[in-house]
């Protein structure tokens, strides 16, 4: 076998070309991977990698300087990415997506980040596939109207740290996810920049797939296995090739089953191609050691990826921390709750990792419900809230709480620092001034601490926080409806009002100020004064085999 090294902007890979002219096997020859990205000759759009600030897949220790000594194999390694700043820099690696706020009722977005390592500025479009197992769309995503199309500056003007884009989401996108998440079954998301008059570069990075409900967990001795399908769904043959991608191999680790032949062929249309990749992992493993890969095929023609399965595996053994729950019960019979989870191993698992579980006959049966994620990278400290109910006036409920990371460690135990409160009638109205998308910010009913409370004010200012996060005028128009309900008096209107007129300031903000003005001298004012916050006392129950199971159960009736 020879190696030929084909160089492309940002990736260094290695092709195979079959020769009976050395005896020098594939597994022989070093593999070349860079330390970082570095700007580009022209447009070089794509899809990031995951470099999430002390993550697993970019927190983990960069190769020395001039060392090429990773295992060998007949594959690419992935080109690295780092992280933008600190001390915690180093590779990463999975695919810069995420399903991040979702509760039962309603999925909210998928962020993805985009970037530009070349030295020109550059229009895109951008857009995200739901796919089955199989590969299929079932669900296209673009982002808002206003972001149809976007600007990404070159590498040096922001490229380098990119954009992060939020699609639109819709009803059908929950049920698809809510569906497959309760089956445990596979699906993957597949964000496409698609650069518009200009030449990419480099568009083999254009498409990436991240995949969810894949086991990632590596235990010592066990044999992990990948089973991959590619089905050719269009009605026209496709010719394909390999391409295989992977992060250096931790000690002991090696992935078989890749396929080994590297030259173009012919996918019929309809024609579905199945394998596996297996993983025997070492028996002895060091906390945090992780393996991205992605397998994918390559449509000759475009030189494009046009479809992509990603691996990730990880030895983590350490479950989430959970800090600072709070717990509030509203005037309509609903409880609020609000945690912060970290995990420097994995990461919190994402779309349905940290959820409530609640019982309102005695722990006999339960029912769940996910949080929303608010704020946080699934690592550090991320903030996550949740309600349920309403329920009925002198219901005996227990509560309890999971918390799950990408390796699927939980956590079940609620802090005993834990603070529970009755919130003021009038409070609720917050929980569905938090429901205006961006739901980014965290809900001020949380602030709340026992004792005098002007609610005027607290309505006011958070109402003022998520006009600002948005551009759109339909949003704006729904915390309209939503302020009508909250208590307003007649200076937290006039706070209102003068943010108003700051946002017109802004070209950007234009319009929204414009109708934010206009609700804003439309709503009514009452004389509100101050209310008291009043104590909740959480009473933790002893449940059977709690010690053993290691889980807290908070018993409250709701008033």
Do not use: C
């Not at 690295?80 to 001390?87: A, C, I, R």
């Not at 445990?184 to 998301?189: G, H, Q, W």
């Not at 100020?513 to 009473?539: H, I, M, N, W, Y």
């Amino acid at each position: 076998m020879l190696l030929q090294y084909l160089v492309l902007p940002g990736l260094t890979v290695v092709t195979l070309l079959a020769s009976s002219t050395t005896g020098v096997s594939a597994d022989e020859q070093p593999i070349v991977s860079r330390s970082e990205l570095s700007e580009v000759k022209g447009v070089d759009l794509g899809i990031a990698d995951d470099e999430t600030f002390k993550r697993p897949n970019s927190w983990g220790k960069l190769e020395e300087k001039g060392s090429t000594k990773y295992a060998e194999a007949k594959e690419f390694l992935l080109p690295t990415e780092v992280v933008l700043g600190g001390e915690f820099s180093g590779p990463a690696s999975r695919p810069g997506m995420s399903i991040a706020w979702r509760n039962a009722a309603q999925v909210e977005e998928v962020e993805v980040r985009v970037r530009n390592l070349g030295d020109t500025a550059a229009e895109a479009r951008v857009w995200v596939d739901i796919l089955d197992e199989e590969g299929k769309s079932i669900l296209q995503l673009a982002p808002p109207d206003d972001m149809k199309t976007i600007r990404m500056p070159a590498f040096l003007d922001g490229g380098r740290e990119g954009k992060i884009l939020r699609m639109k989401s819709s009803r059908e996108l929950n049920n698809i996810i809510d569906k497959f998440d309760r089956d445990d079954r596979r699906y993957d998301v597949r964000a496409t920049v698609e650069t518009i008059g200009a030449v990419d570069v480099n568009p083999l990075d254009n498409t990436k797939g991240k995949s969810w409900n894949v086991p990632h967990s590596v235990k010592p001795d066990f044999m992990n296995a990948f089973n991959y399908v590619f089905k050719n769904d269009t009605p026209q043959p496709k010719t394909v090739r390999w391409l295989f991608e992977r992060t250096p191999y931790p000690a002991g680790w090696k992935i078989e089953g890749i396929p080994a032949n590297n030259e173009p062929f012919v996918l019929a249309a309809g024609e579905a191609i199945r394998g596996a990749l297996t993983m025997k992992a070492p028996s002895k493993l060091n906390e945090a050691d992780f393996l991205e890969a992605r397998l994918s095929l390559i449509e000759i023609d475009k030189n494009t990826i046009w479809q992509q399965r990603e691996w990730f595996q990880v030895y983590d053994t350490i479950p989430p921390t959970v800090t600072d729950y709070r717990l509030v019960m509203t005037a309509d019979h609903r409880v609020a709750i609000q945690v912060l989870v970290s995990d420097e191993g994995s990461g919190v698992l994402e779309a349905t990792g940290v959820t409530t579980q609640f019982s309102t006959n005695g722990g006999l049966t339960w029912a769940g419900s996910a949080h929303n994620y608010k704020a946080g990278n699934f690592v550090v400290p991320t903030l996550f809230e949740a309600v349920i109910g309403p329920f009925a006036s002198e219901t005996d409920l227990q509560i309890r709480f999971t918390a799950l990371d990408t390796a699927r460690n939980s956590t079940s135990i609620i802090p005993e620092a834990a603070i529970g409160i009755v919130a003021p009638a009038g409070a609720e109205k917050l929980l569905d001034l938090a429901a205006v998308f961006p739901r980014t910010q965290p809900n001020a009913i949380y602030t709340l601490d026992p004792g005098k409370v002007d609610m005027s004010q607290v309505a006011s200012e958070f109402a003022l926080a998520v006009a600002n996060s948005t551009s759109d005028p339909a949003r704006v128009d729904a915390i309209g409806r939503v302020l009508k309900e909250v208590p307003i008096d007649a200076e937290s209107k006039k706070t209102l009002m003068d943010a108003a007129k700051r946002f017109s300031t802004e070209t950007s903000k234009a319009t929204i100020a414009q109708r934010f003005q206009e609700l804003v001298t439309d709503l009514p004012t009452r004389t509100v004064g101050d209310q008291s916050v009043e104590e909740l006392q959480l009473k933790r129950i002893v449940a059977p085999e709690t010690d053993k199971l290691q889980i807290t159960t908070l018993g409250l009736q709701i008033k």
